[in-house]
């Protein structure tokens, strides 16, 4: 590994995944700055707005990972915006950890799932589906097209049941997707930017997994505050 390769975080820091498949687990967090959606419920958005990026080696990454025994997590931001495509692939594929989620919109998903090297990696690629609209519903289609079947995808959704685009979606991954259900690939979570909203808005979330046939999954890192 080349001591000069860097990365451009705005922040590098030791905590917890707090959601998706591998909640709970020990993960070093790699948060970019950039991202392509404004999302009304982002728990980060205030963070990438006022954080400044910093450039880190990658050797001093690999050098924390091995120190803290943790896995790797990368998020933003965007993890697959032009700016950042780059080092993502490089941290994936360079790096050894126990495990490694990449929290993706699904901006470029499918070249990443092209580009990394998830036969020999512990790679979870999760997308988390920003359904607002039509236009939303079509690009997030056409992209299950492509990688429904492939062995490092995982779909996480923050639950609306008023978002009648959302939970058209949910409907269409059940009857079109049985796979992604039968391997217990589909999170959904509540809706909420705070520990209360969150408690409120799960007895929904409960009802719509057993509906769907889905997993639930907390956010948290929210509810209890770690990051």
């Known amino acids: 590994m080349k001591n000069d390769k860097i ?9 917890f995944q707090g959601e998706g498949p591998d909640s709970g687990k020990a993960m070093y967090i790699l948060r970019f700055k950039t991202c392509d959606r404004k ?8 963070k990438m707005r006022i954080s400044m990026e910093a450039p880190y080696q ?19 931001g965007e993890p697959t915006v032009p700016r950042h495509f780059d080092e993502t692939v490089m941290l994936l594929n360079s790096l050894d950890y126990p495990i490694a989620n ?34 939303d519903f079509d690009f ?12 490092a995808l995982y779909l996480k959704f923050v639950y609306e049941p008023e978002n009648r ?7 269409y991954i059940r009857i079109n997707y049985p ?11 509540p809706e909420g930017t705070t520990r209360s909203e969150l408690i409120t808005n799960a007895e929904k979330v409960f009802d719509a997994c057993e509906k769907y046939n889905f997993n639930f999954s907390s956010r948290s890192h929210i509810i209890y505050g770690f990051v």
């Open 39 to 46: 999302c009304p419920w982002c728990d980060t958005s205030v």
């Open 179 to 189: 796979n992604l259900v039968k391997e217990q690939r589909v999170w959904l979570m």
């Open 58 to 76: 990658l050797l001093d990454i690999k050098n924390m990972l091995d120190r803290d025994s943790a896995g790797l997590l990368i998020t933003g």
């Open 7 to 15: 990365v451009h975080l705005i922040e590098a820091f030791r905590s």
């Open 102 to 135: 990449v929290e993706t919109n699904g901006f470029n998903v499918v070249e990443l799932l092209k580009n990394i090297d998830y036969v020999n990696k512990p790679i979870k690629v999760i997308l988390s589906p920003k359904v607002f609209n039509k236009t």
């Open 140 to 151: 997030y289609s056409n992209i299950l097209k492509e990688v429904h079947d492939h062995p």
């Open 165 to 171: 685009d959302c939970i058209a979606f949910l409907e």
